[in-house]
């Protein structure tokens, strides 16, 4: 058995209306939490999504299309802002060598991956260049695993909101708080996924 749930920082839960793709966007999180839930049969997987607020996480996300130039330019209409998505499972967890090939096209862990869980080894290689497009080729998808005990899969992108909103936004974010919602609505994501247990 398995639950799921989505934790939403306030502000985001809140619903700024922010500039980006969310075509590729949902693609990115169809294909973790497709993987997610694959690979777990017990425990849980969560989608959070938190506002990093690093001040160099724009630096290391941003668009290379976007020039501090271009984008003081525009400062009286729209600010920067980063959003941090993670997909948090208690999965069969990977070793280091298999984190250092996962994001590679048609990998594998092993050779019965393929008979016992089924795929092609292509959804978290076109992860990453989905997010490398919606930000820079520099960016990267991070993950954090131990075998038997699950895995985490963390990348930032960047978005513009309305300059408007924004000071507000700054004096929210001193005092948010993270809130854990039940993932109700998982066909969102993957419509071959069993629902969630009902509350």
């Not at 949902?26 to 959070?48: M, P, R, Y």
């Not at 941003?62 to 980063?82: A, D, G, N």
């Not at 208690?90 to 990998?107: L, N, P, R």
Request: net charge negative; aromatic share 8%; charged share 15%.
């Amino acid at each position: 058995t398995i639950s799921f749930h989505l934790d939403l920082e306030l502000m985001v839960h809140h619903g700024f209306i922010l500039e980006g793709d969310p075509n590729r966007l949902q693609q990115v999180l169809l294909n973790l939490l497709a993987n997610s839930i694959k690979f777990t049969s017990q425990g849980h997987v969560v989608l959070s999504v938190s506002i990093n607020k690093d001040p160099k996480a724009w630096e290391q996300c941003k668009p290379l299309s976007v020039s501090s130039s271009s984008l003081s330019s525009s400062q009286e209409e729209k600010r920067p802002i980063v959003l941090e998505f993670k997909v948090i499972d208690t999965g069969i967890g990977m070793d280091a060598d298999v984190q250092k090939h996962i994001f590679e096209a048609f990998y594998q862990a092993d050779t019965s991956s393929t008979r016992v869980f089924e795929g092609t080894g292509l959804g978290l290689s076109i992860s990453l260049s989905l997010v490398k497009s919606m930000s820079n080729p520099s960016n990267f998808i991070s993950t954090q695993s131990v075998v038997g005990k699950g895995s985490v899969f963390s990348f930032n992108l960047p978005f513009l909101v309305e300059a408007k909103h924004f000071d507000d936004l700054s004096d929210r974010l001193k005092l948010a708080q993270p809130h854990n919602f039940l993932f109700a609505s998982l066909s969102t994501f993957s419509s071959s996924s069993p629902s969630p247990p009902s509350s």
